[in-house]
């Protein structure tokens, strides 16, 4: 009945592989989008918002009204897109 112990062990290693291998995946395209921007304020916002940060979160934190906030993040959207990683 069922799989043996040893086989649902070794799947389990493979998909906490593949999830470790995709996570790190991830980090490093999160990096060289990061790297794409021109100043550390830049880098700031994008890293907030790609950490889950509201935009008002963002704007509380820098002290900036929210337009600014807004203007910014739009201003990194077009450099990763013409970079042809827009999000």
């Known amino acids: 009945e069922g799989e043996p112990a040893e086989s649902i062990g070794i ?18 395209e999160r990096e060289h989008l990061i790297s794409l921007l021109p100043n550390e304020e830049l880098k700031r916002i ?15 934190a820098f002290q ?11 201003r990194i959207r077009e450099i990763w897109i013409k970079a042809g990683r827009g999000l």
Not at 11 to 28: K, L, M, Y
């Open 46 to 60: 994008a890293r907030m918002r790609l950490d889950g940060e509201k935009n008002r979160e963002i704007a509380a």
């Open 64 to 74: 900036f009204p929210l337009f600014k906030v807004e203007r910014r993040l739009r």
């Open 11 to 28: 799947a389990s290693a493979a998909v906490e592989a593949r999830t470790a291998e995709f996570e790190q995946i991830c980090d490093e």
